[in-house]
T-cell receptor
Framework: DAKTTQPNSMESNEEEPVHLPCNHSTISGTDYIHWYRQLPSQGPEYVIHGLTSNVNNRMASLAIAEDRKSSTLILHRATLRDAAVYYCILRPPDSNYQLIWGAGTKLIIKP | DGGITQSPKYLFRKEGQNVTLSCEQNLNHDAMYWYRQDPGQGLRLIYYSQIVNDFQKGDIAEGYSVSREKKESFPLTVTSAQKNPTAFYLC????????????FGDGTRLSIL
């Protein structure tokens, strides 16, 4: 199964951009890259997903490397409410249920 | 508002007892899922259901059972055969399509008395 590697934790200052990296060197050509985040004692919240091209939505941007072996979630202006654990997940198209969850990156926002 | 409701928020189980966790969704999603999360770890799939009256085992189904009699409901029973049930349980639903995200409830925290 394709796996992802993320740093255990990162710190950032409030109102500054945050770049959260994810390595997925064994990704296949058809795996989607999904990002979720989870606040303490809550269920995960979908953030963004992509396949090959960079993607933007109201929450974040997703930058995908040309070889697709890594990606970066970009929060353009972090707030205290963005403090959470961020998960980078691969999703094979032939198996809708198969989300392969790692331990994620704990993002700490300093006021 | 549409969403997923899990109940109860906290649940305690005695030795040898079966307990059932409730999950209801009003998003009109065909697919529903149950995950288990242990402290400091990611989610692991217990069971999933693509449509009513059909469900499949995930990676850690032993000691758990589910039913899917209605589209909106996907209850999970933690049986006495599950020897280490203390965990955070999360229910999710989605459109059954390759790129659609999963929507999660706020979880049930199960502990052993």
């Amino acid at each position: 199964d394709a796996k992802t590697t993320q740093p255990n934790s990162m710190e950032s200052n409030e109102e500054e951009p945050v770049h959260l990296p994810c390595n997925h060197s064994t990704i296949s050509g058809t795996d989607y890259i999904h990002w979720y985040r989870q606040l303490p004692s809550q269920g995960p919240e979908y953030v963004i997903h992509g396949l090959t091209s960079n993607v933007n939505n109201r929450m974040a941007s997703l930058a995908i490397a040309e070889d697709r072996k890594s990606s970066t979630l970009i929060l353009h202006r972090a707030t205290l409410r963005d403090a959470a654990v961020y998960y980078c997940i691969l999703r094979p198209p032939d198996s809708n249920y198969q989300l392969i969850w790692g331990a994620g990156t704990k993002l700490i926002i300093k006021p | 508002d549409g969403g997923i409701t899990q109940s109860p928020k906290y649940l305690f189980r005695k030795e040898g007892q079966n307990v059932t966790l409730s999950c209801e969704q009003n998003l009109n999603h065909d697919a529903m899922y149950w995950y288990r999360q242990d402290p400091g770890q990611g989610l692991r799939l217990i069971y999933y259901s693509q449509i009513v009256n059909d469900f499949q085992k995930g990676d850690i189904a032993e000691g758990y059972s589910v039913s899917r009699e209605k589209k909106e409901s996907f209850p999970l029973t933690v049986t006495s055969a599950q020897k280490n049930p203390t965990a955070f349980y999360l229910c999710a639903s989605s459109i059954w399509a390759v790129s659609q995200p999963q929507h999660f409830g706020d979880g049930t925290r199960l502990s052993i008395l």
